[in-house]
């Protein structure tokens, strides 16, 4: 048990109201059978649509919230505010962090602050501005909301025809919609976990995409990890996650989200501040292979747990 969080009641708080709800549930699940095997005081408290959420925080008695909660409302500075403001610790990063990360054309705006390559992107004002900027980016292109996670209201266009279904999709769901520039080559992840880069996963999945279906419904997306990339490009890779990281802000663990180049060349999507914890997701993988087992990456997790205002 951690030695720091010893007696305390720790809360997992999961669930939520965004649309990762459901992949919340799953990662809150495990994280919580995670502590009870260490012997940890550790409640699940699962927040519902309509329901008082600090109520529902101060009926649990947790003293500690191990944040289990995925996307809008969870992810994005919103809880970790209330949490500050109850004065109770939660583990990841703190409300401004949350928020840049998941408010891609802030988080975009850093980057190239900071000079962390990012594809390029736009944030059209409208349909006509929309179809010029993906002319100018050249198809294919990305379009996505601006506020989502788990790939949700992402769709990658080949030609101008399918844009203005990409465009309704995105104009579905959180912020505004952004369209940034296609980049070929693989899908890879970095994980970062007490401010130093633990690893990366190079992620196949069958479809060529990896859109909601293939991160937590299909079962044939393949995962190498390590990623298999030459030292070099590996090092890159690792150097440009902790930066993004860090440019944001980040606190405990994240996980960088990266396309990487047949020549490779590495390009920063975005930054996760509360990545998956199911027994699908990438930090516990990249985890297993650098030695650290599922219930003790939940615990040096819950040691990170601090108040960040």
Request: proline share 4%; aromatic share 4%.
């Given at each position: 048990?951690?030695?720091?969080?010893?007696?305390?009641?720790?809360?997992?708080?999961?669930?939520?109201?965004?649309?990762?709800?459901?992949?919340?549930?799953?990662?809150?699940?495990?994280?919580?059978?995670?502590?009870?095997?260490?012997?940890?005081?550790?409640?699940?408290?699962?927040?519902?649509?309509?329901?008082?959420?600090?109520?529902?925080?101060?009926?649990?008695?947790?003293?500690?919230?191990?944040?289990?909660?995925?996307?809008?409302?969870?992810?994005?500075?919103?809880?970790?505010?209330?949490?500050?403001?109850?004065?109770?610790?939660?583990?990841?990063?703190?409300?401004?962090?949350?928020?840049?990360?998941?408010?891609?054309?802030?988080?975009?705006?850093?980057?190239?602050?900071?000079?962390?390559?990012?594809?390029?992107?736009?944030?059209?004002?409208?349909?006509q501005a929309a179809r010029a900027a993906a002319r100018g980016l050249r198809y294919p292109v990305v379009v996505k909301p601006s506020r989502e996670g788990s790939s949700v209201g992402v769709t990658i266009v080949k030609e101008e025809a399918g844009l203005a279904a990409a465009l309704e999709e995105a104009a579905r769901c959180h912020g505004v919609t952004i369209i940034e520039r296609y980049i070929p080559g693989h899908e890879t992840s970095v994980a970062i976990l007490d401010d130093a880069a633990l690893g990366s996963v190079d992620i196949r999945p069958k479809s060529g995409f990896y859109d909601y279906s293939a991160k937590y419904l299909s079962g044939d997306t393949e995962y190498l990890v390590p990623a298999s990339f030459a030292t070099a490009v590996e090092l890159t890779m690792r150097e440009a996650g902790l930066a993004a990281h860090r440019a944001l802000g980040c606190n405990g663990h994240s996980r960088v989200d990266m396309r990487v180049t047949e020549q490779g060349e590495v390009w920063v999507l975005e930054v996760n501040t509360l990545p998956g914890m199911t027994e699908r997701s990438l930090l516990p993988k990249i985890a297993r292979h650098a030695g650290l087992d599922y219930e003790t990456l939940v615990e040096r997790i819950l040691a990170s747990a601090t108040l960040r205002a």
């Open positions: 048990m951690s030695g720091a969080m010893k007696g305390k009641r720790i809360g997992v708080l999961m669930g939520g109201i965004s649309s990762e709800r459901e992949v919340s549930l799953n990662t809150g699940a495990c994280v919580h059978k995670a502590l009870l095997a260490r012997d940890h005081d550790a409640v699940a408290i699962d927040w519902k649509e309509r329901t008082d959420l600090t109520a529902l925080l101060r009926q649990s008695g947790a003293e500690v919230i191990w944040l289990a909660l995925h996307g809008t409302y969870g992810e994005d500075g919103c809880v970790q505010g209330l949490l500050e403001t109850l004065q109770i610790p939660y583990t990841g990063s703190g409300v401004a962090a949350s928020a840049a990360a998941m408010e891609k054309t802030l988080s975009k705006k850093i980057f190239e602050r900071e000079g962390i390559p990012t594809p390029p992107w736009v944030a059209p004002a409208d349909e």
